[in-house]
């Protein structure tokens, strides 16, 4: 079992229309989680970053935690074709303290027009 | 404010050859991560760098090792190049060590060995 896990797509939505990026992460002591974007040949960009349980809110975007079911998702409304991009999942290795990621291997998400 | 820089942006090195990549950090932190991103694959971490020593390490070998100078930057340096090192090589910063750190990446060095 992978430690982060994330279907790899492409995840193809509609513009204007809602795109669900879900994760799931192996290691019950994980205690922080982050959402990067990554264009085609770019670096992952930072976007959202989730600690508690329950959801938390930024713009379009929502990312929702769920410890005791070890799982990450993030929510893009109003979607864009400008969201085309990888998602990546990381998690922050919970048996250190170092700020070590371990990501998962993306999802490529298209939004057509 | 700058953010975090890395150099080059590509390279081309030919195996067994050695290679050296740079990364300046964001203003005000203090942490420097290097990671390796395949084709396709998530990014994996090699090591990070705090207060100039090496906190932790990935699984990779002994040829990838490291540094970071009292300025807060850092190096990389792979030795013997296999062609199974081609990828992107990614510097991230952060400030103080801690699980809740956000980390920030640079843009990347594109390391291709033929």
């Known amino acids: 079992q992978k430690e982060v896990e994330q279907n790899s797509g492409p995840l193809s939505v509609p513009e204007g229309a809602i795109a669900s990026l879900n994760c799931t992460y192996s290691?019950?002591?994980?205690?922080?989680f982050f959402w990067y974007r990554q264009y085609s040949g770019k670096s992952p960009e930072l976007i959202m970053s989730?600690?508690?349980?329950g959801d938390k809110e930024d713009g379009r975007f929502t990312a929702q935690l769920n410890k005791a079911s070890q799982y990450v998702s993030l929510l893009i409304r109003d979607s864009q074709p400008s969201d085309s991009a990888t998602y990546l999942c990381?998690?922050?290795?919970?048996?250190?303290?170092?700020?070590?990621?371990?990501f998962g291997q993306g999802t490529t998400l298209q939004v057509k027009p | 404010d700058a953010g975090v820089t890395q150099s080059p942006t590509h390279l081309i090195k030919t195996r067994g050859q050695q290679v050296t990549l740079r990364c300046s950090p964001k203003?005000?932190?203090?942490?420097v991560s290097w990671y390796q991103q395949a084709l396709g694959q998530g990014p994996q971490f090699i090591f990070q760098?705090?207060?100039?020593?090496?906190?932790q390490r990935g699984n990779f070998p002994d040829r990838f090792s490291g540094h970071q100078f009292p300025n807060y930057s850092s190096e990389l340096n792979v030795n013997a190049l296999l062609l199974g090192d081609s990828a992107l090589y990614l510097c991230?910063?952060?400030?103080?060590?801690?699980?809740?750190?956000?980390?920030?990446f640079g843009q990347g060095t594109r390391l291709t060995v033929v």
């Open positions: 990381a998690v922050n290795n919970g048996s250190s303290n170092t700020g070590k990621l371990i």
């Open positions: 203003s005000g932190h203090d942490t």
């Open positions: 991230a910063s952060s400030f103080v060590v801690s699980m809740n750190t956000e980390a920030f």
């Open positions: 760098y705090y207060e100039e020593e090496e906190r």
């Open positions: 290691d019950r002591g994980s205690q922080s």
């Open positions: 989730i600690y508690s349980n």
